[in-house]
């Protein structure tokens, strides 16, 4: 739970000293549950973003202006309505829980001064933003409509009498003392429990690190849990706020991924190796990059997932057929058979009666006796010519077949190495370009929208490292740019790596000119490791070659080449 009610309170400060007496330009509504203030203070223009999406309760201060829809929604124009041209008179937090309230000094339609005032509900599904005639406290409109048959005790709908959401039965945050955690604390054993039941507006890891402050940040050692240094814990907590001395952070684990962000060191992750502390100079800023990178992440790993199945579907079929083809070979590596049988049949057309099913010969290739299945409804003669057709069919199928083998061989190759991009894209624009990639190579239907407004055609941007020797190394984030990289910007002299029968990316050493040393061969094929489906693996093969070594058939698949000219090494997946 990003958003306690103590970062809560944090924000209501950080807003209140930005936006007081600012006045609303522009309201957006990005997506359904969410709005985008542009605001005019003595600063300049502030972005004040507010969210009511289950996965994305928050409200904080934004750079940039996001995507907005072409007609706005009805709570939008709603907003602009009663909020257009109206300055910010306050902001504050609703006792210590996870509400702000925005209270704004506008004029009606007839011109008189009114005070409208918007509650923005920051609670997880249960969020909502309303905006309130704060003279009667009736709702004008609310981003949630919440009816009798969601909520019997609490309706959020236009015209309706607003109604705080009710009340836990805890202390808050703001008037506990050390003496209510002593009673609210009954066992040494799990003190965050009772911290957590206890205190209104903190969340389950801010309770942790309460309740590890009491042990003065050693449970193991026997000591019992100290109220005082809890209390005096949280005080300190709110003092940094008052005193705006805050350090907010966002907690991130060994893949980068965010976690939790808060304005408090937190414990359960401060002890954590796996995790790493990154600092912000603000709250917002720190709410910004969490939600975005993790927003980011979550998206990635969808759209990634929808790619993985579009090619999964490919690989299965491309498979079957090579199993079928496989199977057809077997069959016509079987045509010299036939052809023994039209020689045999032809040499003793005389023995054969018309009407036989079957007849037995001497082979004159060994003497040995063959018996050659007849249909009885043809001649002797015809029956042979049978078989010379079925030898010439077979003969022909043989060649064909390999030839169709090849194709399927190399088509499931290049899905595999689709897949393994797919697997480690890290970005929305790398699945871009993967998706672009898999478009043009006819694996998915480009959209109509995108036939009607083509976009511009994203420039190779591959990875780039720097070795300890200071030489620059390139690697593709996909079959396209490895194309690029290794056809049109490497020279003939570099050194193109890329692991063996593996797939991943190409990887080229920017020599110039000069002879590259083993250190940067090693450092350069761990690189080409890493990015290819073998980075969780040991000792991985990698060939490399100079790039004048590198071909690419005619009508191959992107990023298939042939090389020649090439050594091996085994080296351990990393990146510089």
């Known amino acids: 739970m990003s958003f306690d009610g103590i970062v809560t309170k944090a924000m209501a400060e950080e807003l209140k000293a930005e936006l007081t007496l600012g006045k609303i330009e522009k309201i957006y509504q990005p997506q359904p549950e969410?709005?985008?203030?542009?605001?005019?203070?003595?600063?300049?223009?502030?972005l004040l973003f507010l969210s009511a999406a289950g996965n994305h309760s928050a409200v904080y201060l934004v750079e940039q202006m996001t995507e907005n829809p072409i007609t706005p929604p009805v709570f939008c124009m709603v907003m602009r309505k009663h909020l257009g041209a109206a300055r910010i008179v306050d902001i504050y937090q609703r006792e210590n829980e996870r509400i702000l309230e925005f209270l704004f000094e506008t004029v009606d339609e007839m011109g008189f001064s009114v005070n409208r005032k918007l509650i923005v509900e920051i609670m997880g599904k249960h969020s909502n933003i309303v905006l309130l005639n704060s003279g009667e406290g009736r709702i004008i409109d609310s981003i949630k409509h919440v009816s009798?048959?969601?909520?019997?005790?609490?309706?959020?709908?236009?015209?309706?009498?607003?109604?705080?959401p009710p009340l836990q039965d805890k202390i808050p945050f703001s008037k506990v003392t050390a003496e209510d955690i002593r009673a609210m604390v009954t066992s040494d054993q799990q003190p965050e429990r009772d911290l957590l039941g206890g205190i209104q507006g903190i969340s389950p890891v801010l309770a942790q690190t309460l309740a590890t402050a009491g042990f003065s940040?050693?449970?193991?050692?026997?000591?019992?849990?100290?109220?005082?240094?809890?209390?005096?814990?949280?005080?300190?907590?709110?003092?940094?706020?008052?005193?705006?001395?805050?350090?907010?952070s966002v907690y991130v684990d060994s893949k980068g991924k965010p976690a939790d962000f808060h304005i408090a060191p937190l414990s359960v992750y401060e002890n954590d190796p796996t995790y790493e502390g990154k600092t912000f100079p603000s709250l917002s800023q720190a709410a910004c990059w969490f939600f975005a990178n993790r927003e980011s992440t979550n998206i990635v790993r969808q759209k990634s997932g929808d790619l993985q199945r579009v090619i999964k579907a490919a690989l299965d079929k491309s498979r079957r057929k090579l199993q079928r083809l496989n199977e057809d070979l077997a069959q016509a590596e079987d045509g010299d058979r036939y052809r023994l049988y039209g020689e045999l049949l032809t040499a003793n057309l005389h023995q054969i009666r018309q009407g036989d099913s079957q007849v037995t010969v001497t082979s004159y290739y060994d003497g040995s006796q063959v018996s050659i299945p007849l249909d009885p409804r043809f001649s002797p003669a015809r029956n042979a010519q049978r078989y010379y057709r079925k030898y010439a069919k077979s003969r022909t199928a043989l060649k064909e077949k390999a030839l169709q083998l090849e194709e399927t061989s190399q088509e499931i190759a290049y899905l595999e190495s689709i897949s393994a991009f797919v697997e480690q894209a890290s970005s929305l624009e790398e699945l871009a370009a993967l998706r672009e990639e898999m478009v043009e190579s006819g694996l998915i239907r480009r959209k109509r929208a995108d036939k009607q407004h083509p976009g511009k055609k994203a420039k190779p941007s591959p990875w780039k490292y720097q070795l300890s020797t200071g030489r620059t190394v390139f690697a593709g984030r996909n079959n396209q740019e490895n194309d690029w990289l290794t056809l049109k910007r490497a020279a003939g002299t570099d050194i193109w790596f890329h692991t063996k029968d593996i797939p991943g990316s190409h990887v080229i050493l920017f020599t110039e000119g000069q002879e590259p040393t083993e250190e940067e061969l090693a450092e350069t094929a761990a690189i080409a490791a890493w990015h290819s489906k073998g980075r969780a693996s040991s000792n991985v093969p990698v060939d490399y070659t100079r790039v004048r070594y590198v071909k690419k058939p005619s009508g191959a698949k992107p990023g298939m080449v042939i090389f020649t000219h090439n050594r091996t090494l085994y080296v351990e997946p990393k990146l510089p």
């Open 34 to 46: 969410q709005l985008l203030l542009s605001i005019h203070t003595k600063q300049g223009r502030r």
């Open 148 to 164: 009798i048959d969601v909520n019997r005790a609490r309706q959020v709908l236009p015209g309706k009498q607003y109604a705080y």
């Open 217 to 248: 940040g050693d449970q193991q050692s026997g000591a019992s849990f100290s109220p005082e240094l809890a209390w005096g814990a949280l005080q300190e907590i709110l003092a940094s706020i008052e005193e705006g001395r805050c350090a907010p």
